[in-house]
């Protein structure tokens, strides 16, 4: 491993929001982090600009436990911006929760983060042999020590200056004493809209999210996207946009419209619940079964489902309803249970599936442990043959750039067969959809999109991350 790094956080999954000139900035944050918990489950922080000073709060935790009312006025000022975090390890101390703060030349900086940067292990090295001193052990930091560290006080001419030193995946949100910053990577590998929110006096303030979701919970009207390989600001005298050198390709992550963002999002100017049905359609022209029932695994696979049905022509039933309910912790039965893991979230509906010849969906198929349950609880449930059908290609690779896949000893698809990963879960038949039914799906154009985690071409040098993974 170069430089014998061992400590990652390239599995972070994140949200991010920002909201200026507006009168309730903290709050229309709180509510657009609130909309993208999805994104993230284990840390959410806000920081506020009140005159040149900002405040903050972060915490561990879901948006709703880690603010207060009280917390929420205490983050005054007319700009703020905010994050949600995910991450797998056990590196989740508060001093990787986000946004990042710090004192540059000019003042307070605060940074929040989607995506992840492949080469932040080489950086962090080399700016450690320099005498930066790091505080936690996440990769969004070496940004900051690079902006910290250029002679500009003007974060535009740091960023332009600094950024194209980062490889990999990363949309920015960054809050000075006097702007608001929204930058994507070249390739544009996670989202970033920019919206506006009218006010009750008339006129707007700007808002910009991860996704679209975020802006419909606030009233806010989506502008556009911020390009990739934009650098996008606000100050005082309005808005302004730059570009960085541009990148060979484009690299939107697929993954995004697969599974990971929700369905009521517009992402990469395309509606989420549409790409995810013409997954479903283009998986049943490839893959017909003779059978009497489509089912989803709810809720991920549910968008598919409909258009696998509509497609072929049998009908959608929700086979398996599930529990909403479920906490971080809950109490373990006594006694062992079959499938109890599983049963606590999904249960089948045996008067729906009894004698069935049933057709399930789901969006992906990563380890095949939940399917394996999935298909037993079904039989058990008195189906006469279950047919699995993932509207995502297999799942070979894991990412890179922010999405948290397991291993790849752990993804099934990269270690077994399919005819193997088949008899595994149990299946009577099993069938993807094919990459380039995917990409059809999302209106791809060449090398528009990453699909690394289905066809193993990562768009960047991995940087030895890849030998650390197999
Ligand atoms: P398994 O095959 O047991 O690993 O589970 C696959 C299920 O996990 C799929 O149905 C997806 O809905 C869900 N899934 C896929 N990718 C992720 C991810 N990155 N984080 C959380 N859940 C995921």
Redesign the pocket.
């Known amino acids: 491993m170069p430089g014998g790094i061992t400590l990652r956080h390239w599995h972070d999954?994140c949200g991010v929001f920002g909201a200026w000139q507006d009168p309730e900035a903290a709050r229309m944050t709180y509510l657009g982090l609130y909309a993208q918990q999805h994104r993230g489950q284990e840390s959410a922080g806000i920081v506020s600009l009140k005159g040149s000073e900002h405040l903050s709060h972060r915490g561990c935790g879901l948006v709703g436990e880690v603010f207060t009312e009280s917390v929420l006025e205490h983050l005054e000022g007319s700009a703020a911006i905010g994050h949600v975090r995910y991450s797998t390890t056990g590196l989740n101390e508060q001093i990787n929760i986000q946004p990042l703060m710090a004192q540059l030349l000019n003042g307070p900086v605060a940074l929040a983060h989607n995506g992840n940067i492949v080469n932040s292990h080489i950086l962090r090295r080399e700016l450690k042999e320099q005498g930066a001193i790091f505080q936690g052990t996440n990769d969004t930091e070496c940004l900051l020590h690079l902006l910290a560290r250029h002679p500009s006080d003007d974060i535009v001419t740091c960023l332009r200056e600094t950024v194209p030193r980062l490889e990999g995946a990363f949309s920015l949100v960054l809050l000075t004493r006097d702007r608001l910053v929204a930058l994507r990577d070249p390739m544009g590998f996670r989202p970033l809209v920019l919206g506006q929110r009218p006010l009750e006096g008339g006129g707007s303030s700007y808002v910009v999210a991860s996704e679209t979701c975020a802006f419909d919970l606030i009233g806010a009207k989506l502008v556009r996207e911020i390009e990739p390989g934009e650098i996008f600001w606000l100050d005082s005298e309005g808005e302004h946009s730059e570009f960085l050198p541009s990148a060979p390709r484009r690299a939107q992550c697929v993954?995004e419209h697969v599974?990971?963002a929700r369905p009521d999002s517009t992402v990469f100017g395309l509606s989420v619940y549409e790409s995810r049905k013409n997954m479903g359609r283009i998986l049943a022209q490839e893959s017909a079964v003779d059978a009497d029932i489509v089912i989803p695994?709810p809720d991920?696979?549910v968008p598919a489902a409909i258009g696998y049905s509509v497609e072929s022509g049998l009908p959608f039933e929700l086979g398996i309803i599930r529990n909403h309910y479920i906490g971080r912790t809950f109490i373990q039965p006594s006694q062992s249970i079959r499938s109890f893991g599983v049963k606590i979230k999904l249960n089948p509906q045996s008067q729906v599936i009894r004698g069935k010849r049933v057709v399930v969906i789901?969006?992906?198929?990563?380890?095949?442990?939940?399917?394996?349950?999935i298909i037993r609880l079904i039989r058990q449930a008195g189906a006469k043959e279950v047919h699995f059908r993932i509207a995502s290609p297999p799942?070979t690779g894991p990412?890179f750039y922010g999405?948290?896949?397991?291993k790849k000893s752990q993804l099934?698809a990269a270690q077994q067969t399919q005819e193997e990963i088949r008899r595994f879960i149990d299946a009577d038949s099993l069938s993807y959809l094919s990459i380039e039914g995917m990409l059809k799906a999302v209106g791809a154009r060449d090398q528009e999109y990453c699909a690394a985690c289905f066809d193993g071409q990562y768009p960047t040098p991995l940087f030895g991350l890849d030998q650390e993974e197999t």
Not at 362 to 367: A, K, T
Not at 403 to 406: F, G, I, K, R
């Open positions: 999954e993954f599974y990971f695994v991920s696979g789901d969006d992906s198929l990563v380890r095949g442990t939940t399917s394996q349950k799942t990412c999405v948290d896949t397991p099934i």
